[in-house]
Structures are given as C-alpha cells and as structure tokens.
C-alpha cells in the first residue's frame, strides 16, 4: 500500500522559511509523479508545485522564484523549499503521487493523483 508522510510543516511569520518533507514509500513502479497541493480555509485545494515523470519542475505563477521543489527517488522523498512566505501561503499542505502522469499539478481544478498525505499545517503571520 502506497503511504505518503509529510512533515515540516509549523508558524513562521511572513518573510520566513519553511522546509516540506514528504516520504513515499509502498510502491516500486520507476517512473510517477509527484506535486504538493495547498488548500487554505474555505478554499479548494490547488497544486503548488510539481516534478513530472521526466523530472521536470512545475510552479505555481504564485509561488515561482520562491519555492523550489525537488526530489530524491534514492530515498523516496520530495522536498518544497519555501523562501519569503506570505499570509495567503497559510494552509494545510499535502504531498501526491500519480502514477499515470496524466494530471499536471497546477491546473484549474484539483488534480486527481492516485494518492494523497494526511497534510501538515502551514501558518503564515503577518
């Protein structure tokens, strides 16, 4: 069973840092991808960043020159750096894996991946 783990998340005041760690693990297919969703309080979850089946990187427009995503398949993570963030980055952040490629993870709508983290919290103060 593919299970997803996220961690780092926590306050910072506007300006700040955070570091998102996300952990995969229960799958063995060699080629997926994987994107970090937020979903801020009554608001529809909306991807941030991503890395496609070629390893490429996708942004958000909100987020680019701030938030680097990145990932390590040696040890089954992926990782969203956050510089310089703002009120309206608060939410619950998720990590997500798909193994079709189908979706892109910043879209319009929310992006069907496979599977999904619990969450972890984000709270920017002004």
């Known amino acids: 069973q593919v299970q997803l783990v996220e961690s780092g998340g926590g306050s910072v005041q506007s300006g700040g840092s955070l570091r998102l760690s996300c952990v995969h693990s229960g799958h063995t297919a060699e080629r997926y991808c994987m994107g970090w969703f937020v979903q801020a309080p009554g608001k529809e979850r909306e991807g941030v960043a991503g890395?496609?089946?070629?390893?490429?990187?996708t942004y958000a427009d909100s987020v680019k020159g701030r938030f680097t995503v990145s990932g390590d398949k040696t040890k089954n993570t992926l990782v969203l750096q956050m510089n310089r963030l703002k009120p309206e980055g608060t939410g619950m952040y998720y990590c997500?894996?798909?193994?079709?490629?189908?979706?892109?993870?910043?879209?319009?709508?929310?992006?069907?991946?496979?599977?999904w983290g619990q969450g972890i919290q984000v709270t920017v103060s002004s």
């Open positions: 890395i496609d089946g070629d390893g490429r990187a």
């Open positions: 997500a894996l798909d193994h079709t490629c189908l979706w892109a993870v910043v879209a319009d709508e929310t992006a069907p991946f496979e599977y």
